[in-house]
């Protein structure tokens, strides 16, 4: 886990936008399953309108963890070309409270500090030029319970850890926008950037009499370049508007483990990675253009992904000189193409075809780690293929004056599907049976499934009281070996009903989220969670231009219920499993001033 989401301080963010299905035509091999986009924000988006100088703060409380977020937000125009936002966020918590007896909650200390800077100059009514710099801090300090402990099968005395992750982009972005359709490009946006992020874990434990530091440093290099434009024409009296660019970027990446064996005074340092450059390189083109009450979107990509990995004397520090560090490179054009039809001012149909991939990542290629303690070890796989899918979907989108709805069926065929450290049996070393986990590639797989999500309100200004509900069934099976995906949860079904006042003033609305129990195969010995029913109640209330408060109480009823990737794996002969349950009742409060 490379704790990609710890490096997002979501109080720079103006929105954030998640794209579903396969497009990477467009976005690249990231895009394989869909995309979350982040929007970061702007001084414009925080200055009022007239103002020379504005703040905005937000400050939220979160019972579960005891936590605590402030943000300080200052946009300032400088000059009539010149604007500057600068923001600081504060974020405190502690342990999460959940359904859990309290001799296994640990003691945990969560800090964060966060800036982030966005200079912009517009140089004139079409063009603009934003500086932006972004710094992510946060650490995490964990100490482990006895009762934890105690069911770690005797392993450690003592269980300690302090991860701290670290990130600062840097980044320049130009924006244009044409002001005359005739105009060779009508869009232009380019920008360049550079970030190091690092995440360190550093493990103080004691084995047996043997007390001991383990220190692992992610580190993640990553230099790039991207441009997008978009250019419109004609074409036997249809315009068809064209998206095209490129994208191209290189990280360097490296994981060490430093092991200080304080009773000895000895230090060994090792990988079980070796260090790996990630070139990736990518050329896209788009095409948009209606005909009657017809629209049709087609794209194409040319993706290039190549992994060049370094074997030095700290990869498999015991056995350097017979592990090999496998390098290797990937070519990949994905088409897209979608057609839709407007049958009426309200209803539009569709359908959409697409393919993506996904290519090995650095430690799915070379991974050489041994546990003796545990009675594991990860081996390499050089013969690693990139995913790839074919997906399919057709759906609806109708829209009335009080209501809003959209459907959609689809089925992804997966072939090659990475499988990361699977269970790839055992080996003998020195005599002793180990467990081995490898990444592999699964022949097949399908995953299909039906969506649903719709609201009603029953006054056609779009105000008063309202029915929300956003319904999801899928199935997802390894074709190869015959069983069911243990990623997947059936069915989910997240109903909402509130009251949303004049000018969306005010909100309230009591949520219900239902989730069916994962299915798995007749075979599966785990703890299996049940099927489970949470209700939620939220409301937010804009008392004035200057003042917004917001308030929720989550898991209303109080049940302990679980996320089963949490679980997935685990058994309940200790009686611990609830260690492992998601957030008790608890609430949020929270209040934005902006002036």
Not at 487 to 505: A, E, K, W
Not at 520 to 530: F, K, T, V
Request: proline letters at 3%; hydrophobic letters at 30%.
């Amino acid at each position: 886990n490379l704790g990609q989401a710890d490096y997002v301080d979501f109080s720079c963010l103006k929105s954030t936008e998640i794209i579903k299905g396969s497009i990477s035509s467009l976005y690249g091999s990231d895009a394989l399953g869909g995309l979350i986009y982040y929007n970061t924000l702007k001084p414009y988006d925080i200055l009022k309108d007239g103002s020379d100088f504005s703040v905005e703060i937000p400050i939220n409380y979160y019972s579960e963890n005891d936590g605590r977020t402030f943000s300080n937000k200052l946009a300032a125009k400088l000059s009539d070309n010149l604007s500057a936002l600068f923001i600081y966020t504060n974020e405190v918590s502690f342990a999460t409270r959940n359904a859990a007896p309290y001799k296994y909650v640990d003691e945990t200390n969560n800090y964060g500090d966060n800036l982030c800077f966005n200079l912009q100059y517009d140089i004139n009514d079409q063009s603009s030029l934003n500086i932006v710099v972004k710094d992510v801090n946060r650490s995490s300090r964990v100490k482990s319970s006895e009762a934890n402990l105690a069911n770690m099968n005797g392993l450690y005395n003592k269980l300690d850890s302090n991860t701290i992750v670290e990130r600062t982009k840097v980044s320049a972005e130009y924006t244009y926008e044409s002001d005359n359709d005739a105009a060779l490009i009508n869009k232009a946006k380019a920008s360049i950037y550079w970030q190091e992020g690092v995440i360190n874990d550093n493990y103080s434990r004691q084995v047996g009499s043997t007390s001991e530091d383990k220190i692992y440093d992610l580190t993640n290099k990553l230099i790039g370049m991207n441009s997008e434009f978009n250019t419109n024409i004609n074409i036997f009296n249809d315009v068809h508007k064209l998206t095209y660019g490129f994208e191209i970027s290189e990280n360097d990446g490296s994981r060490t483990r430093r092991t200080e064996n304080l009773t000895l005074g000895t230090t060994r340092v090792e990988k079980d990675t070796p260090d790996t450059k990630t070139l990736r390189g990518r050329l896209y083109l788009q095409d948009q253009f209606s005909s009657g009450d017809f629209d049709f979107s087609a794209g194409l990509g040319y993706d290039y992904y190549s992994l060049d990995s370094k074997l030095d004397d700290e990869y498999n520090y015991a056995d350097s000189d017979t592990i090999e560090a496998a390098d290797d490179s990937y070519q990949v054009v994905t088409p897209k193409f979608t057609v839709s039809y407007r049958a009426s001012d309200d209803l539009t149909l569709y359908a959409r075809y697409s393919q993506g991939f996904r290519p090995p990542v650095w430690y799915q290629l070379n991974a050489s780690f041994e546990n003796p303690i545990a009675g594991y070890i990860t081996q390499s796989n050089p013969d690693l293929k990139p995913e790839k899918s074919n997906d399919f979907e057709i759906g609806y989108k109708l829209n009335g004056d009080n209501y809003e709805t959209t459907f959609a069926t689809y089925y992804n065929r997966y072939s090659d599907f990475l499988d990361t450290f699977s269970d790839a049996g055992t080996t003998i070393i020195d005599g002793r049976q180990f467990s081995v986990f490898q990444t592999q590639n699964v022949s097949d797989v399908e995953i299909y499934g039906v969506e649903f999500a719709g609201i009603y309100f029953f006054n056609p200004k779009k105000e008063g009281f309202f029915v929300r509900n956003v319904f999801a069934w899928q199935e997802g099976n390894d074709l190869t070996s015959n069983i069911p995906l243990e990623t997947i949860i059936p069915v989910t079904n997240n109903f909402s009903l509130g009251y949303m006042g004049s000018d969306d003033q005010w909100q309230a609305s009591v949520d219900m989220l239902y989730s069916v129990r994962p299915r798995l195969s007749s075979d599966y010995q785990y703890y299996i969670p049940s099927t489970s029913l949470v209700f939620d109640l939220n409301a937010y209330w804009r008392v004035s231009d200057s003042v917004t408060l917001n308030a929720a109480v989550n898991n209303f009823t109080n049940q302990a219920y679980f996320n089963f990737q949490d679980v997935r794996g685990k058994d309940n002969s200790d009686g611990d499993i609830y260690r492992y349950s998601l957030p008790e009742r608890n609430f949020q409060v929270g209040v934005k001033f902006h002036f």
